[in-house]
């Protein structure tokens, strides 16, 4: 049940180093913390003792603190940090836990590897959450802000921007999903508008087979509304729907143009589907995603 998380940037080591191992460049990429602050050494050979916020909505905060120690320029070329970290906080379900970071030069660029495990309150409650909610969701922050940092460094995208980015690919998936969810079951399914019978009797479809084309169409709606939202992380469920439009408002642009002049009408409709599709497109490239990390350590492969 510990939490490993594997990507592959393509930088310089000093680089990652900075922005791995420097608190204020560290909290901006990293979506498990809000703030990072290195405390003061008594001497220059201690570990480093740092102190972490991470907020939890509602106004609400956990905090905790730890230390670190980094290794730079090891024989094989490689670096390591290893960590110690607890909280005292009530509301923090981590108790304490321990992990490391490796910085593994490849001849493709850097594996960046972070493997850590925590101890946590609560008891028998708090472990039952922290399985089933609490630690898929921190693995997944982790993998997720390491593909965040990979932007930064590779493309120049500052980590706000991929935040925002992010934001508006969820906005847009969501607002297209509703869409098709709607017009699928709504008009089409439950109402059995009689708009849409006459829409597809104009079309040409004879009167025996109305009540079958209209639950074919449903289907596609709804077929198109679930890859928007399984394939979230695929680039053709936005092109179909962006494909989709001009097709559909010239099929009714043809056959029903009376409905051009309706208050609610499918120029209206479709135009909106197009944007947001165009939207969610244009952002796409800059939107991170934990499906690019390695959730499992590599299998070792035997002689």
């Known amino acids: 049940m510990s939490i490993y998380v594997e990507i592959l940037v393509r930088a310089p080591m000093e680089s990652l180093w900075d922005r791995t191992q420097t608190p204020s460049l560290h909290e901006r990429w990293d979506l498990r913390f809000s703030r990072i602050e290195y405390l003061p050494k008594s001497h220059p050979g201690e570990p480093q003792r740092f102190r972490y916020a991470t907020r939890i909505g509602f106004g609400l905060g956990v905090s905790g603190e730890g230390e670190t120690v980094g290794n730079r ?3 094989d070329g490689s670096c390591t940090s290893a960590l110690t970290f607890g909280s005292y906080d009530g509301l923090s379900i981590i108790r304490e836990g321990s992990g490391y970071w490796k910085y593994i030069p490849t001849g493709e660029g850097i594996r960046f590897v972070t493997w850590y495990d925590y101890r946590t309150r609560f008891g028998v409650p708090g472990a039952l959450f922290d399985r089933l909610v ?21 493309r120049g995208l500052d980590p706000a921007v991929a935040m925002r980015q992010a934001m508006i690919h969820l906005v847009t998936r969501l607002a297209l999903a509703a ?11 439950v109402a059995r508008h009689v ?13 025996a087979f109305t009540d079958m084309a209209l639950n074919v169409l449903a289907g596609a709606e709804l077929a198109v509304a679930a890859a928007l939202l399984l394939a979230w992380r695929r680039r053709w469920p936005a092109l179909l729907c962006l494909a989709a439009m001009p097709i559909g408002t010239a099929v009714v642009a043809l056959g029903s143009p009376r ?10 409709l479709n135009l909106a589907v197009a944007a947001l599709a165009a939207i969610d497109l244009l952002v796409f490239a800059g939107v991170p995603t934990a499906a690019r990390c390695l959730r499992r350590p590599p299998a070792v492969v035997k002689a």
Do not use: H
């Open 259 to 268: 409905f051009f002049a309706a208050a609610f009408n499918p120029f209206s």
């Open 134 to 154: 609490f630690r898929p969701l921190l693995g997944w922050a982790t993998a997720w802000s390491f593909d965040r940092l990979r932007l930064w460094i590779e």
């Open 73 to 75: 320029g090891l024989l």
């Open 179 to 189: 869409i098709f969810i709607y017009q699928g079951a709504v008009p089409k399914l």
């Open 195 to 207: 708009d849409e019978m006459s829409m597809l009797r104009n079309a040409g479809v004879p009167p």
